[in-house]
């Protein structure tokens, strides 16, 4: 059982677009988090959502967590090719914040 | 060091045979993690360090997984009679711990392939 789900798994558009990518869950987390990942490399943190009903901007990244946080939503404006990688979302549970519980991840590719 | 880094980058190993995973984490970061990662998916947690201990090993597959960090910064994770189940990338993670904050830095992991 996925406790994370994340959607759409693979998601391919053209320099200029805009996306959303889902992360949803039955259970509710203390915080969750955003990484992204390129080939080769670890996972990248880009935030950190902890508030219900929290929206975070970073440039053309938008991140909101749902009022009952137990989802979250990545939009990005006028996605660009250096946009491209594997975005995952994980969780933590509250009394246990050290141990994240992972999506599979959306993977992305921006076409120029 | 300026990031978590990890050796080797690569490890073909045998079924069978015994394989050890290196972690140095970033200076001063007293909390450590390892994940295993397959192609296509999400890192899969497997233990966590607080320091010298390890404070959640609920994620390590079977006792033929044991990692150790004796003096609280470098940790190596231990695979014995490996399995080509166990193929995957092991990523390491420190962060600074207690309450300075849960942001966790990555290495660019172990690529395993046990043949």
């Known amino acids: 059982t996925q406790l994370l789900e994340q959607s759409p798994q693979f998601l391919s558009i053209q320099e200029g677009e805009n996306l959303t990518v889902y992360c949803n869950s039955s259970?509710?987390?203390?915080?969750l988090q955003w990484y992204r990942q390129e080939p080769g490399e670890g996972p990248v943190l880009l935030v950190t959502?902890?508030?219900g009903g929290e929206v975070k901007k970073l440039k053309r990244l938008t991140f909101q967590f749902g009022d009952a946080r137990k989802d979250s939503s990545l939009h990005i404006t006028a996605a660009q090719p250096g946009d491209t990688g594997l975005y995952l979302c994980?969780?933590?549970?509250?009394?246990?914040?050290?141990?994240?519980?992972w999506g599979l991840g959306t993977s992305l590719a921006v076409n120029p | 060091g300026a990031g978590v880094s990890q050796t080797p980058s690569n490890k073909v190993t045998e079924k069978g045979k015994y394989v050890e995973l290196r972690c140095d984490p970033i200076?001063?970061?007293?909390?450590l993690y390892w994940y295993r990662q397959s192609l296509g998916q999400g890192p899969e947690f497997l233990i966590y360090?607080?320091?010298?201990?390890?404070?959640?090993d609920s994620g390590l597959p079977n006792d033929r997984f044991f990692a150790v960090r004796p003096e609280g910064s470098v940790s190596t994770l231990k695979i014995q009679r490996t399995e080509r189940g166990d193929s995957a990338v092991y990523l390491c993670?420190?962060?600074?711990?207690?309450?300075?904050?849960?942001?966790?830095?990555f290495g660019q992991g172990t690529r395993l392939t046990v043949v």
């Open positions: 993670a420190s962060s600074l711990g207690g309450q300075g904050g849960t942001e966790a830095f």
């Open positions: 959502v902890v508030t």
């Open positions: 200076s001063g970061h007293t909390a």
């Open positions: 994980a969780g933590s549970y509250a009394g246990n914040n050290r141990k994240l519980i």
């Open positions: 259970s509710v987390f203390s915080s």
């Open positions: 360090f607080q320091g010298t201990g390890a404070a959640d």
